[in-house]
């Protein structure tokens, strides 16, 4: 209640101590806040509460928000009904974070988030509508998107190492890479996409259009890259699984692409002959470094291996989960969370309905933590990234554009 004996307690505040009140609330509380009064949405929509918010996040050293897209089957739902379309979790490492809905009305009801393999980058997500194949830049803070039509397709045919005309839909995840990062001097924001390997196309947010990029490192037998949709986006660079034994990065300032070693393989590290193993290999981050997660299969076990990297090429092997101590589907999940000073790791299920689990490297044992916002097993399945909450709104990103492009919801 503002107001105690007549005092209107926080009307009586200076500006910079009600904003520095607000801006140590929890984001779903800020969010809420919004509605109380004129004055405290004029507030937090202010360039001073957004600096203030942003800095008060840096000193942060670990994540505890995360974006989460609820749906049945493969689409997302809107929020029309029982269903819901996209939540923020905060506190996900306990065992009942503190949930905000975001509502999907409108346009926005058709998208959904390419989970499980995006992240957030700054507080943007990338959401993507299969129907009409068009990407948003979401805020789901500021409750703004904007849309990307994908690139035109290229112009001439597209031909395979032996000369056969290559068919193929516009979008697909195993057939086309993408990722959204923001350069490390000028500050842009990028969305990149890869046709194969047979051509980038780059957006930089603001200018409303795509321009052709730098040809992206060709993979001998492949017309893709190894990893498909799967991406990460960290200090500056877009990384993909190249293939087996490479790890492809695009530098967002230079414009480059570089390819160095990835870990060792599976196979070889396990000393499983060929054809006896088969393995799929994500990229992921994990406090502050690029993560590697490997899953390897044989006909009796499986293994899930997680290297982290501590300069290009220079691989460490954090741990090693055999199935043995497996529950659910945790080799389906991801590492997104160190805790206990680098003794255990929270695991968050990357397929299937959000389970979450954390994994004791020294006592290598197991806990599952349950279900992301007690979401049943039978009812709404759920994907869960790591997310950066900004308060920046979307038409700081689009100066030099008609501001008509900015849809709310």
């Known amino acids: 209640m503002n107001h105690i004996n007549g005092f209107d307690f926080f009307g009586e505040l200076p500006l910079e101590i009600t904003i520095d009140i607000l801006s140590r609330l929890p984001i779903g509380t800020v969010i809420r806040s919004k509605l109380v009064s004129k004055a405290w949405r004029d507030a937090i929509k202010s360039h001073e509460f957004v600096e203030a ?26 929020s029309c009904g029982d269903s819901e379309g996209y939540k923020l979790l905060e506190g996900y490492g306990s065992s009942i974070p503190t949930t905000t809905t975001i509502p999907c ?27 009409s194949e068009v990407f948003s830049i979401c805020n789901p803070v500021t409750r703004e998107y904007v849309r990307v039509p994908l690139p035109p397709s290229p ?9 056969r005309v290559l068919h193929f839909p516009k979008f697909h995840v195993t057939c086309f890479s993408y990722g959204i990062g923001l350069s490390n001097k000028s500050k842009q924001y990028k969305l990149v996409y890869i046709r194969g390997c047979y051509g980038c196309h780059i957006y930089t947010l603001g200018t409303g259009q795509w321009r052709v990029g730098p040809s992206p490192p060709k993979i001998e037998g492949y017309s893709h890259f190894f990893g498909g949709g799967n ?6 660079k877009l990384y993909w699984v190249k293939d087996k034994e490479n790890i492809c990065s695009f530098d967002l300032e230079s414009e480059v692409f570089t390819t ?58 954090l741990c090693t989960i055999r199935k043995d101590v497996f529950k659910g589907d945790m080799y389906m999940s991801l590492p997104i969370k160190v805790l206990d000073k680098g003794n255990k790791i929270l695991m968050a299920s990357s397929e299937g309905c959000g389970e979450r689990y954390c ?14 916002a007690g979401d049943s097993l039978d009812q709404q399945y759920t994907y869960a990234c790591p997310f950066n909450p900004t308060f920046v709104p979307l038409k700081t990103l689009f100066q030099h554009q008609d501001k008509d492009i900015i849809h709310s919801f």
């Open 53 to 78: 918010h942003r800095l008060k996040g840096e000193h942060k050293h670990e994540h505890d928000t995360f974006f989460v897209g609820t749906s049945y089957g493969d689409s997302v739902e809107t």
């Open 105 to 131: 009305t409108g346009t926005l009801a058709e998208y959904k988030p390419l989970l499980p393999y995006s992240s957030s980058v700054m507080g943007l997500m990338l959401l993507f509508c299969p129907l």
């Open 155 to 163: 112009s001439g045919k597209i031909l395979d190492r032996v000369g």
């Open 231 to 236: 991406w990460a986006s960290l200090d500056g």
């Open 260 to 317: 160095f070693s990835a870990p060792l393989c599976a196979r070889q590290y396990l000393g499983v002959p060929v054809g006896k193993i088969c393995y799929s290999r994500r990229v992921c981050f994990l406090e502050e470094r690029l993560c590697v997660c490997d899953v390897a299969r044989t006909y009796v076990d499986i293994v899930m291996l997680i290297w982290t990297m501590r300069g290009e090429g220079d691989w460490r092997l």
């Open 359 to 372: 994994y004791d490297i020294n006592n290598t044992s197991i806990t599952q933590i349950g279900y992301v």
